[in-house]
C-alpha cells in the first residue's frame, strides 16, 4: 500500500538522522532522484531537521543572536517543506493525469501530498513520543502518560493511512479529482510583505 510504504521511509529518514542527531549533517538520500520515494525520504528529513530546529529555539538561556539566526533558517525549511508539498502532488497529477473524473466526482478538503504531509510530522511524534517513555531520568508516571498519548499517536497513523489510501483510491476510480492551488506565502515576497517592500521605498 501507498501509506505502508511511506511511513516506512519516514521511519527510515528519521532513524538516519538520529545517527547523527545533527541539524547541520547533510542528507544521504538513498533513493533514485525524480523517484517518489526519494521526494518522501527528502520531506521527512526536513520534517526532522526543523522539529530539532524548534527545540533548539526554545532554550530559554539561547543567544537571541542565534535564536534569529535560527528562526531565520526554520522559516526558509517552512518554505521548502512546502515546494516538497507540491512536488509531491505534482508527481501524483502526472501519475493520475488520464483518469476521467466521474461527472459527481468531488474535490477533497485537501490534496494527497497534505494529507502525506501531516503523515511525515506524526512520524516523527510517534518517534519522539516512544523514546520518551524509554527515559531513565524520568519517573514511572511520566513514562506511563507518554505511552498513552503514543497509544493515541498510533491508533492516529493508522485511521490517516486508511483516509490516505482511500482518497488516493478514490482519485483512480474518478470518484475525487485533484486540484492544487501554488503557495501563495507572503511573508516571503519583497513585493507582498508590507515591511520588505516598505523598506525600499526608504
Same mark, same amino acid.
Not at 547533510?26 to 526543523?50: C, E, M
Not at 502525506?116 to 524509554?134: G, N, P, V, W
Given at each position: 500500500?501507498?501509506?505502508?510504504?511511506?511511513? *516506512?521511509?519516514?521511519?527510515?529518514?528519521?532513524?538516519?538522522?538520529?545517527?547523527?542527531?545533527?541539524?547541520?549533517?547533510?542528507?544521504?538520500?538513498?533513493?533514485?532522484?525524480?523517484?517518489?520515494?526519494?521526494?518522501?525520504?527528502?520531506?521527512?528529513?526536513?520534517?526532522?531537521?526543523?522539529?530539532?530546529?524548534?527545540?533548539?529555539?526554545?532554550?530559554?538561556?539561547?543567544?537571541?543572536?542565534? $535564536?534569529?539566526?535560527?528562526?531565520?533558517?526554520?522559516?526558509?525549511?517552512?518554505?521548502?517543506?512546502?515546494?516538497?508539498?507540491?512536488?509531491?502532488?505534482?508527481?501524483?497529477?502526472?501519475?493520475?493525469?488520464?483518469?476521467?473524473?466521474?461527472?459527481?466526482?468531488?474535490?477533497?478538503?485537501?490534496?494527497?501530498?497534505?494529507?502525506?504531509?501531516?503523515?511525515?510530522?506524526? $512520524?516523527?511524534?510517534?518517534?519522539?513520543? %516512544?523514546?520518551?517513555?524509554e527515559r531513565?531520568?524520568v519517573d514511572?508516571?511520566? *513514562? $506511563? %502518560?507518554?505511552?498513552?498519548?503514543?497509544?493515541?499517536?498510533?491508533?492516529?497513523?493508522? #485511521?490517516?493511512?486508511?483516509?490516505?489510501?482511500?482518497?488516493?483510491?478514490?482519485?483512480?476510480?474518478? *470518484?475525487?479529482?485533484?486540484?492544487?492551488?501554488?503557495?501563495?506565502?507572503?511573508?516571503? #515576497?519583497?513585493?507582498?510583505?508590507?515591511?520588505?517592500?516598505?523598506?525600499?521605498?526608504?
Amino acid at each position: 500500500m501507498f501509506t505502508e510504504n511511506a511511513n *516506512r521511509i519516514f521511519t527510515r529518514a528519521i532513524e538516519d538522522y538520529h545517527r547523527w542527531d545533527d541539524v547541520d549533517h547533510a542528507i544521504d538520500n538513498p533513493f533514485d532522484t525524480g523517484s517518489l520515494d526519494h521526494l518522501l525520504y527528502r520531506k521527512n528529513w526536513i520534517d526532522t531537521v526543523q522539529w530539532h530546529l524548534e527545540d533548539i529555539i526554545r532554550d530559554p538561556e539561547i543567544d537571541p543572536a542565534e $535564536a534569529l539566526r535560527i528562526k531565520r533558517r526554520i522559516d526558509r525549511s517552512n518554505q521548502e517543506r512546502t515546494d516538497m508539498v507540491e512536488y509531491i502532488d505534482s508527481y501524483l497529477l502526472d501519475k493520475y493525469r488520464d483518469v476521467v473524473p466521474m461527472p459527481d466526482a468531488r474535490l477533497n478538503t485537501e490534496t494527497p501530498a497534505w494529507a502525506i504531509d501531516r503523515l511525515s510530522i506524526l $512520524a516523527l511524534k510517534i518517534y519522539h513520543m %516512544a523514546r520518551e517513555t524509554e527515559r531513565g531520568d524520568v519517573d514511572e508516571e511520566h *513514562r $506511563a %502518560a507518554c505511552r498513552k498519548k503514543l497509544d493515541v499517536l498510533l491508533t492516529q497513523q493508522v #485511521d490517516l493511512s486508511r483516509a490516505i489510501e482511500e482518497l488516493i483510491e478514490d482519485i483512480e476510480a474518478g *470518484r475525487k479529482y485533484m486540484k492544487t492551488y501554488k503557495q501563495m506565502k507572503m511573508y516571503n #515576497d519583497p513585493a507582498l510583505n508590507p515591511v520588505l517592500y516598505g523598506q525600499k521605498k526608504q
